[in-house]
T-cell receptor, first 115, second 114 residues
């Protein structure tokens, strides 16, 4: 069974730039969620993708956007980067909404630093 | 807004001791899950234990157990016979938008001392 994988593991960007983070879900999981974890904080829900469509969004501005592909992998895109976007971005896969136990399976994250 | 509060930013205990991590939450829902997740220094978050709110019995997973007080909206995690590998950040989490869309607390950093 293949776990959740994320890339890149670390990256550095400057203010105003754009970034794309990638995630491959655990085999058998068709639902992917993205979380932002600032230093010393708990993860915050950004959005979830199910069947290639956004299925719920947290309190994040539209410059945070995503995609899900037919193979269930996903991308998180952030435009017009701000210093406060510096964080660990976590991807989590799960069973379809309402059909599982609610357990999330996380990747190791992508550490984004914005200078 | 539904919130999750962890009031202990840091804790440390000796190996083999028992430790309890606290969590309170606020919701108007009647049927939901509650979760404890562990994030070791290597960063990958894993599920420790899950409690279904409609179940009276507290969940147990080996050395990990919960004390779920639904009326008080309290959900504490007890770790018995603590081991060095238990050193990690522990997050209490509650489904805000659905069972797979979680609101996390700010975490408790637990250190097990040899």
């Amino acid at each position: 069974e293949t776990g959740v994988t994320q890339s890149p593991t670390h990256l550095i960007k400057t203010r105003g730039q754009q970034v794309t983070l990638r995630c491959s879900s655990q085999s058998g999981h068709n639902t992917v969620s993205w979380y932002q974890q600032a230093l010393g904080q708990g993860p915050q829900f950004i959005f979830q993708y199910y069947r290639e469509e956004e299925n719920g969004r947290g309190n994040f501005p539209p410059r945070f956007s995503g995609l899900q592909f037919p193979n269930y992998s996903s991308e998180l895109n952030v435009n017009a980067l701000e210093l406060d976007d510096s964080a660990l971005y976590l991807c989590a896969s799960s069973s379809p909404p309402g059909q599982g136990t609610g357990e999330l399976f996380f990747g190791e994250g992508s550490r984004l630093t914005v200078l | 807004a539904q919130t999750v509060t962890q009031s202990q930013p840091e804790m440390s205990v000796q190996e083999a001791e028992t430790v309890t991590l606290s969590c309170t939450y606020d919701t108007s829902e009647s049927n939901y899950y509650l979760f404890w997740y562990k994030q070791p220094p290597s960063r990958q978050m894993i599920l420790v234990i899950r409690q279904e709110a409609y179940k009276q019995q507290n969940a147990t997973e080996n050395r990990f157990s919960v004390n779920f007080q639904k009326a008080a909206k309290s959900f504490s995690l007890k770790i018995s016979d603590s081991q060095l590998g238990d050193t990690a950040m522990y997050f209490c989490a509650f489904p805000n938008f659905g069972n797979e869309k979680l609101t996390f607390g700010t975490g408790t950093r637990l250190t097990i001392i040899p």
